[in-house]
């Protein structure tokens, strides 16, 4: 079954790929004349909000066209520092695009508390149904940057359920096993699976 997953995240269509391809789902990164469609997101600091207004624009975004018919996959995801008071948070993607990991490092430079958390809320929509679910991946960060694997905060994230790794360390289908978008999507699978009444 097609799933059209609407992001600007390559990373994340891999990633769910890797979790829903052998479940029989194939996830494509949902583009209009080749590009991914801006999503305007709304002023909020809960990625629960926001993923449903990204669900909400992906409808509007296939009504009356030819994949009216496909089933939506979007999702929110961030990084929450617990020294910093959950940021970055839902500002995630704009933080790293702005001080990368090295900001992050710079600013939990004198910080033992290390503890953070990825989250990720995913929203699938199939036939005029909506299935929500949230994963969460709890660990620290690193006191300085590993590995090249993965994408955004993973070369300074190590998840406490590792070896001591970096996510940017590890195999995709290490972090895959261990990740917040991992559960998130795993969870939608079981119900998705689960026999419609
Ligand atoms: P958004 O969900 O597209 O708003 O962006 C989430 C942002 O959180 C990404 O751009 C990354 O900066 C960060 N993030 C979320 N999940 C991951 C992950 O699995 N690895 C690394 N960074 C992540």
Known sequence: MKVLFLTSNENKVTEANQTLSELGYEIEQF????????IIEPQSSEIEIVSEFKIQQALELISGTNFENHALLVEDSGLFIESLSDFPGV?????????????????????????????????????????????????????????????????????????????????DYEKESKSHRGESLRILYDKLSLPSK
């Open 91 to 171: 500002y995630s993607s704009y933080f790293f695009r702005t001080v990368g990991n090295q900001g992050i490092l710079k600013l939990l430079e004198n910080e033992s508390n290390r503890n953070a958390e990825y989250r990720a809320y995913s929203i699938l929509y199939r036939d005029g149904v909506y299935f929500r679910a949230l994963g969460k991946c709890l660990g620290s960060i690193s006191t300085e940057i590993k590995g090249s694997n993965g994408f955004g905060y993973d070369p300074i994230f190590i998840p406490d359920s590792g070896d001591g790794r970096t996510f940017g360390e590890m195999q």
């Open 31 to 38: 583009l209009i004349n080749g590009l991914a469609p801006k």
